[in-house]
């Protein structure tokens, strides 16, 4: 098929009936597409042991209330996408990021989204979740802990305010290497000094085995 071809045909292509779009809704047009498209993902299971959950971004730069900005990104101007996806990539889940649900203001959207993903888990206990400090908090990780999900993330050092770990302060004064570890019995928690201070909560992790590890250099 000609590109001018594809195109023209592109302009007329509707996946729901006008007629019927509810007021409101920003991705109406769009949104039961990526519905349908999500069901196929995970049709044959979810054969993946480790599983990451991150945002993703299609690139737009026309005009749309749901187009963002996220800064460090390859794409930085775009829709957002919550995808949760193998270790090689493959997406197991996704969600459109449209606006914020006025009807669960209660929960953190972070907590939603990650329950939303590990949903098409048919098999909860034999998966390792991963994700950033945006969406961590003790909370979260002991829920999916008694769904039997083993869970990681980075932790903002705000959501771990209750914890005994050594402050920030402190841990930056000692070696390179250097870490300190709490654990409730169900949550763990470790800062490490690094390049900076980095901070991980797992609900299956501890901090052992402590080992090296070989860094390049440019001397």
Known sequence: MARNRFRQLKRFFHVV??????????????QPFYYEISKF???????KERLSIDESMVPYYGHHSCKMFIRGKPFRFG???WMMCSSKGYPYAMEIYCEKNEKDDKTPLGTRVVSNMVSVLKAPEHHEVYFDNFFTLHGLLTKLADKGIRATGTVR???IVGCPLKSLKNIEKEERGSSHYKCDGAVCACRWNDNAVVTVSSNHLSHEPVGSAKRSSQQ
């Open 17 to 30: 009936d006008n007629t019927q779009l509810k007021a409101g809704e920003k991705m109406g047009k769009l």
């Open 79 to 81: 829709y957002k996408i």
């Open 41 to 47: 993902f995970p049709q044959f299971g979810v054969f």
């Open 157 to 159: 050092d705000t959501r």
